[in-house]
């Protein structure tokens, strides 16, 4: 699940630089872009720390993960 909580992170960081030209200053954070950074070189440790602790269960799920992908771009490309 950490994957995915650094993934989140990371698309907060991408979309406020994307929307800042729309909106400037529409909300502010404090230690921003420090925090959210911080926060996904964390999730970021702990998802090798189970890679390299647990390597069998960790690989299953990101194998399953991975299979997930043909489906997402068959959705996307309007054949699914």
Do not use: D, K
Not at 41 to 57: G, H, K, S, W, Y
Not at 68 to 80: C, D, I, M, Q, W
């Amino acid at each position: 699940s950490w994957i995915f909580y650094a993934l989140a992170a990371g698309s907060l960081i991408l979309i406020r630089r994307r929307e800042t030209q729309a909106a400037p200053n529409a909300y502010r954070m404090f230690g921003y872009p420090f925090l959210p950074m911080i926060f996904i070189a964390c999730a970021v440790a702990l998802l090798v720390n189970t890679l390299l602790t647990m390597p069998r269960e960790s690989g299953a799920g990101l194998l399953l993960i991975l299979l997930g992908l043909p489906v997402y771009a068959a959705y996307r490309s309007g054949t699914g």
